[in-house]
């Protein structure tokens, strides 16, 4: 399976795009366009490199920082700081703890993807952005030769960009 996806300024470039994609028996189950007035990228599938980095910050907190309590828990206990003496020895012991408790939370954050979260990483975000401003995507997924006759079609119509994906899934499967 392949996915071109083309980017156009304006909607009359992508609508006459479509529209040469459909005079040249291109099945049109396997077209999309997103943009203004057509389908939006959540309505297509297109991932939320936002949301999935959230998914994954949550998930490693689940047992992250339950891990970081026990390990700042024990760590005090073994060692036998005394950092807060105002506390006492369960105090500080518990102190520990959620000190490491934060420490897991921290970890999760930027081993689960809080980086990429602020950065922003992928061609997601890019053709996001790009339908943000105000842009057009046309994609089509189908077999190497349908492919190759849709890429030639689409450069005709001289896109902004067109990049192609091979053997791997833009969007989820609905499977």
Known sequence: MGYPI?????????????????????PMA???????GYQSADEYGLIDPAEAAWKQIRLMMLWLV?????AGF????????????????????????????????????????????????????????????GKYLLIVEGQEGLIGQASRLLRQHRPENIQGYTEQRVRPSSS
């Open 66 to 70: 339950p891990f970081g309590f026990v």
């Open 74 to 133: 024990s760590f005090n206990a073994i060692t036998g700081l005394d950092t807060f003496p105002w506390a006492g020895n369960l105090g500080n012991q518990l102190l520990g703890g959620l000190l490491g408790a934060g420490s897991g939370a921290l970890g999760a954050f930027f081993v689960g993807g809080g980086v990429g979260l602020s950065v922003g990483s992928g061609d997601a975000i890019s053709y996001r952005n790009r339908l943000n401003a």
């Open 30 to 36: 396997a077209v999309s366009m997103l943009g203004r």
């Open 6 to 26: 083309a980017v156009f300024p304006d909607r009359i470039t992508a609508e006459a795009a479509y529209s040469s994609l459909e005079k040249a028996d291109v």
